[in-house]
């Protein structure tokens, strides 16, 4: 009897993002790192590539939908190179980094076109920190990269103590060539809450109600398991399956859950999707009251 092969992976037409978290470890640490939500950074061991590439392999995607390599800091994978050699031609990929790896090394290793696609932003994504980041450094990479014929920009999180520093930075950059986007902080700092949120109250840190959740994104952690969502996978909740699993299949269905209220900002927060276009919120929340389900909304302002 010959080896039963595992089923291809339909992304369904309604997802906006695929995120490959190859590693949660990071060789920075910043005081407000939102991989430290319940020391996720800790909590997970690694696959090697070649599991990590039958999983992502059968993945059937969409030109404008790529896989996007993150972590963590994804090229800490001892196998990194070879899992971005190794994905299908036609899987766009797409990678958040630090930037802390030798770019010599990175150009040796991973042809321009094959990290590069048409989009309104860069294909390689860089963060800057301050915190624990010199920009010079930063910027001499990303210009030896754009030089090299690399698609890659710099974003930075608009902390409420680094705002002029980032603004500084951003400043230069644009002045050099290098396009520099910003990222909302979200989150706690000095008692306020931060960001733009379809629902305020999914972050509060205080117990709702129980809800039904949809999510738009295909989030595979470290072990090769999938999550409802980002809390789930910061948090070490149990996973809804795992693309290594032959009879896995990936499903846009509303999900139980009874923890909103500790809801990840990733997961909550209103932002532009893969095509820039603002009003996005990654997973779809409806109370759930004697069986009748209603979407839960809120414009309070935060």
């Known amino acids: 009897m010959g080896t039963v092969q595992p089923s291809m992976l339909h992304v369904p037409d309604r997802y906006n993002y695929i995120g490959a978290f190859l590693t949660l470890a990071c060789n920075l640490r910043c005081s407000f790192c939102i991989n430290h939500f319940g020391d ?26 790529p896989v996007t390599l993150q ?35 990175f150009m040796a290793n991973v042809p321009a076109e094959r990290i590069k696609r ?9 963060s800057y920190h301050p915190e624990v980041m010199r920009l010079e450094e930063i910027k001499t990479k990303v210009l030896r990269l754009l ?16 705002i002029e520093e980032i603004e500084r930075a951003r400043a230069e ?24 949120y379809a629902a305020p109250e999914a972050v509060s840190q205080e117990p709702g109600p ?47 859950c009874r923890d909103y209220g500790y809801c990840n900002p990733c997961d909550v927060k209103t932002k532009t999707n893969r095509f820039q276009e603002f009003g996005h919120t990654s997973v779809e929340i409806r109370s759930v009251e004697l ?12």
Do not use: M
């Open 173 to 196: 950059c644009v002045r050099d060539g290098i396009d520099f986007r910003f990222k909302e902080f979200l989150g706690f700092h000095e008692g306020r809450l931060y960001g733009t």
């Open 210 to 256: 129980a809800v039904e959740c949809r999510t738009s994104e295909l989030i595979i952690g470290p072990a090769g398991d999938v999550f409802r969502c980002h809390s789930d996978l910061y948090l070490g909740r149990e996973p809804i399956g795992s693309i290594l699993d032959d009879d896995y299949a990936i499903e846009d269905v509303y999900r139980p």
């Open 40 to 65: 996720a950074d800790k909590r997970y061991g690694l696959i090697p590539g070649d599991r990590w590439l039958a999983g992502l392999n059968r993945l059937i995607s969409r030109p404008d939908l």
């Open 147 to 162: 030089e090299g014929g690399y698609s890659v920009g710099i974003w930075a999180v608009r902390h409420p103590s680094q």
């Open 291 to 302: 069986g009748d389900a209603k979407p839960v909304v809120s414009d309070r302002d935060v």
């Open 118 to 126: 048409e989009a309104p932003y860069a294909s390689i994504r860089v």
């Open 71 to 105: 972590g963590g800091e994804p090229s800490l994978h001892p196998d990194f190179y070879d899992i971005v050699n190794g994905l299908r031609g036609d899987l766009n990929i797409d990678v958040l980094t630090n930037l802390q790896f030798d770019v010599e090394d």
